[in-house]
């Protein structure tokens, strides 16, 4: 068993909120932890640059917005795409709105059909409802099957224009063969979201992600700050997009009666941004590029290998989505026949094991599954063999408590 003790406990100690405690971080799907490095650049940020950006000329405020911008590069390069596609959103759901509204609905008819997985969080499908709803456009649904993963051979109805899909499942951790399946929606002339929410931090970026139209992640997912989110947008497609957001910042010139916008990315970015935030960002991503996605995966794997040959020697649980651990990345998902996951959750806390209960924002998808509510445990860069071996510890009585009708807690 390789788990890299050596190299975890050396990560480890760079998450503040791990150092102190004995708890098993099991809930990374969720958010992850903030190395230290990220809350040092957050707080030097209010202390040595405090300023708005793109507007004072002091030295503070050239000092906030080159760093603001110094953000976007890094980002940039995190992702093999130029500054320019970078846009800086509240979050992933917030990116996926925005190319809903700005570029999906206005070119869409109500002949058209746009594509989503059956794998989508909420955010990457609720939007998409909506902009069907108000233009009559149709929605279709890419089904999976029994064990969770995507029908193949991928079908598209003849009027499909745009497909929306996650690289992962953060509900049973599937991972999409994204290459394959925005190959071929590129080929008909489809545009594409991605959604690499679950996959940034626990991936290398696969073909299929580099050649989307847009990608839609979340910083607080890849170990950085919460309240910062990214689109990134291929260049031809922001020119199109038209903002959502209107205000300071994002205009070019305004009179009594009218305003025009300044170029992408930032006519997206309306209004002041989080702009400690962003600029606490790189040291993130600095993080994963120290240690490598490769390797991150390759721990990772590790990690979901233990945890799937432990989960079979245990009675009362049905594991949820693909049985093999290539097939998935991050997250287990786990239902408890006549038992309430929540309360497992509770029991498992009791024993210091940190997962989380509930729908995950996949509610169609658990459904579809045969599913209500489970109980996911979810790994990240520094999770150890020991932070699985004490959920398995843990699980027989939790699982067996919560199907009493009267725990003992
Ligand atoms: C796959 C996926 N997409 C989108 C989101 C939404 O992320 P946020 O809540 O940060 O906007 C999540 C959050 O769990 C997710 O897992």
Redesign the pocket.
């Known amino acids: 068993m390789n788990v890299r003790a050596e190299e975890v406990a050396r990560l480890r100690a760079l998450f503040p909120a791990l150092a102190e405690g004995d708890l098993a971080p099991l809930d990374n799907?969720?958010?992850t932890h903030r190395p230290q490095a990220v809350l040092d650049a957050a707080s030097r940020f209010y202390k040595e640059s405090n300023a708005n950006v793109h507007r004072a000329n002091h030295r503070l405020g050239m000092a906030a917005t080159g760093a603001y911008e110094a953000a976007r590069q890094r980002v940039a390069r995190f992702l093999d795409s130029e500054a320019e596609e970078v846009v800086f959103t509240?979050?992933?759901?917030?990116?996926?709105n925005l190319v809903a509204r700005g570029w999906l609905e206005p070119r869409l008819n109500a002949e058209d059909v746009v594509v989503v997985t059956a794998l989508?969080?909420?955010?990457?499908l609720v939007p998409w409802q909506q902009v069907c709803r108000r233009t009559g456009a149709r929605l279709c649904v890419l089904p999976v099957d029994e064990s969770g993963r995507l029908q193949e051979p991928f079908e598209f109805p003849e009027r499909a224009c745009f497909l929306a899909t996650?690289?992962?499942?953060?509900?049973l951790g599937t991972i999409v063969d994204t290459a394959a399946l925005v190959e071929q929606a590129q080929s008909r002339g489809m545009a594409v979201l991605v959604?690499v929410?679950?996959s940034a931090g626990h991936l290398p970026l696969d073909a299929g992600s580099r050649a989307a139209d847009f990608l839609?992640l979340?910083a607080?997912?890849m170990y950085g700050p919460?309240g910062v989110?990214v689109l990134r947008g291929r260049a031809q497609r922001l020119a199109e997009m038209d903002p959502v957001s209107y205000g300071g910042e994002m205009v070019d010139g305004v009179s009594q009666q009218s305003a025009n916008w300044r170029a992408p990315p930032w006519r997206f970015e309306a209004g002041t941004p989080a702009v400690a935030p962003v600029v606490a960002f790189p040291p993130a991503l600095d993080l994963l590029d120290s240690v490598g996605l490769a390797s991150v995966r390759a721990h990772e794997l590790d990690l979901l290998g233990l945890l799937l040959e432990g989960l079979k020697g245990i009675e009362g649980l049905l594991l949820v989505g693909p049985p093999e651990a290539e097939d998935r990345s991050g997250a287990v998902s786990l239902a408890i026949p006549g038992g309430d996951p929540h309360v497992a959750a509770t029991l498992l806390d009791l024993s210091g094991v940190a997962v989380r209960a509930g729908w995950?924002?996949?509610e169609p998808l658990l459904r579809r599954m045969g599913q209500g509510p489970t109980l996911r445990a979810s790994v990240a860069l520094y999770s150890s063999g020991h932070d699985v071996e004490r959920l398995l510890e843990a699980l027989p009585e939790a699982v067996a408590a919560c199907r009493d009708p009267a725990p003992n807690l």
């Open positions: 799907a969720a958010t509240r979050n992933a759901t917030d990116a996926i989508e969080h909420h955010s990457n996650t690289r992962v499942s953060n509900a959604d929410t679950q839609a979340s607080h997912k919460m989110g995950h924002c996949a």
